[in-house]
């Protein structure tokens, strides 16, 4: 595929980015790595996680692998094998299990990158990080777990993973893992997530937090996956309990909601972003309405490559009102007024953990799931805005400078991680420009929390190709 004209097309912009990343390339003995922030006198957001793929090099390798894909360019396949190599000769050091932060994540990236570049090493390394990761599992309130934590950020991410590396290795006994530890969450009475101290110091102690990452939403949409790999009634009704508090908590007006960042301190702080806002709590919506709707309904999970996961089984029941509250979350979002409008929850902040470039993620699936169009020109119009946003003063390639935590706006940096920095934001531009080519359909390299189709076209569209 040759790039579109126009300095700022999507695909044109994702190739800037991969220049920034590459400027912050280190090659050792152990294979590649990136710096988190390559500017000479610049502080990194989140410079102590080099594995992860939040922010270290798991998710530069997905973003490399998705470029070329896009581009037809098999030069960054070698950015992806030396990324990969490095994952394989340092992922024995790491001790944090979690699929964001921790060795999860290094599985993720590491099937992938064997499933995509037929190298076979790095499929026997994401096996022997998922063995790890199962003989790691111990008991817990009489359930089986790692850490307690039913959130994304805990255990919800690490059954998400083991879910992703039972079909993609195909090897069922993840599979029964991840059950055995979505059992104790389904035990537990949802509706709220409490942050601990040390999770979060700038939340109160008793803070409840409905949202994605950290929150009542991310545990329910993994109950709901749950429920779509086993049809067993518990985790659907868990992960309804889960969602009627987001709607409880919620505000509404006028077919439009926003979730409130924490309770009952934060109750008017609304993020927009993935971590805590709407754009992620509309991918637990979404996932209830893919697993819960009528068999065969379009949209396969983006994170599972449709390997080895399926809807439910039998027939049941659609619930419009799922899909309905996706939709209310998204045109709250547009009510904002953002991107030029900035609020208390959208603020100077690119990325896809809590800025633009999730907000892509969110219209480009919706769009892909539904075919209504104004989610993609929605889609576009956040595209654009980020293209605009790119610096490129030193001709060392697109990157983007953001306050990414709200409460220091002084404190700007431009990483290169995918949660965090240019690889995510690339990747969400590489996802836009997905949409435009619907003859040239390719499969996206979706972490497991994506629930949106893995080929962002509706399939209307597809067919009348």
């Not at 599985?107 to 096996?127: D, I, K, R």
């Not at 039972?166 to 993840?174: F, H, K, N, S, T």
């Not at 799931?369 to 104004?374: F, L, N, P, S, V």
């Not at 700007?412 to 997905?434: R, S």
Request: proline residues 6%; negative net charge.
């Amino acid at each position: 595929m040759s790039l579109e004209p126009g300095d700022e097309s999507p695909l044109a912009t994702a190739v800037e980015a991969a220049r920034w990343i590459r400027a912050a390339a280190v090659d050792d003995g152990r294979g590649r790595h990136w710096r988190a922030n390559p500017d000479p006198h610049g502080r990194a957001a989140m410079p102590d996680h080099p594995l992860s793929l939040y922010s270290g090099a798991a998710g530069i390798v997905l973003f490399f692998l998705e470029l070329a894909a896009a581009t037809g360019d098999d030069d960054y396949l070698g950015d992806v094998r030396a990324g990969a190599r490095y994952l394989v000769s340092t992922w024995r050091e790491q001790a944090d299990l979690s699929l964001h932060q921790g060795l999860t994540g290094v599985m993720f990236a590491l099937s992938e990158a064997g499933w995509a570049t037929g190298e076979q090493e790095f499929e026997v390394e994401a096996g022997a990080i998922a063995d790890r990761v199962v003989r790691s599992a111990r008991r817990i309130d009489g359930g089986l777990g790692w850490t307690g934590d039913p959130a994304q950020r805990g255990d919800g991410g690490t059954i998400l993973g083991l879910l992703h590396a039972a079909g993609i290795l195909g090897v069922p006994a993840y599979q029964e893992v991840a059950v055995e530890a979505g059992n104790r969450i389904a035990a537990l009475v949802v509706p709220g997530h409490r942050f601990g101290e040390e999770a979060c110091a700038d939340l109160p102690l008793d803070a409840v937090t409905p949202g994605f990452l950290s929150g009542t939403a991310g545990t329910a949409f993994v109950l709901a996956r749950l429920y779509g790999v086993t049809g067993e009634s518990r985790f659907l009704d868990a992960a309804r309990r889960g969602a009627d508090f987001v709607r409880a908590v919620s505000t509404v007006t006028e077919r439009c909601a926003l979730v409130p960042h924490h309770l009952p301190q934060g109750r008017d702080l609304h993020y927009l972003g993935f971590c805590s806002g709407s754009a992620g709590v509309a991918r637990m919506f979404y996932e209830l309405h893919r697993v819960s709707g009528v068999p065969g309904a379009p949209g396969l999970p983006g994170g599972l490559g449709g390997l080895g996961v399926s809807g439910a089984p039998g027939e049941v029941p659609d619930d419009a009102g799922d899909l309905d509250w996706a939709e209310r979350l998204a045109r709250g979002i547009v009510r904002s007024g953002a991107p030029p409008v900035q609020s208390g929850g959208y603020w100077n902040s690119a990325c896809q953990c809590c800025g633009t470039a999730g907000l892509v993620e969110l219209f480009v699936g919706l769009w892909a799931a539904t075919g209504e169009r104004r989610h993609l020109e929605y889609a576009r119009t956040l595209g654009a805005d980020l293209a605009a946003r790119a610096t490129r003063h030193d001709g060392r390639g697109s990157r983007w400078y953001q306050a990414y935590r709200r409460l220091r706006p002084g404190e700007v940096t431009a990483d290169t991680g995918y949660m965090v920095g240019a690889a995510g934001i690339g990747a969400a531009l590489l996802h836009l420009d997905a949409t435009a080519h619907p003859k040239e359909a390719r499969r996206l390299v979706l972490p497991p929390d994506n629930p949106f189709p893995a080929i962002p076209v509706p399939s209307s569209t597809l067919r009348r190709s």
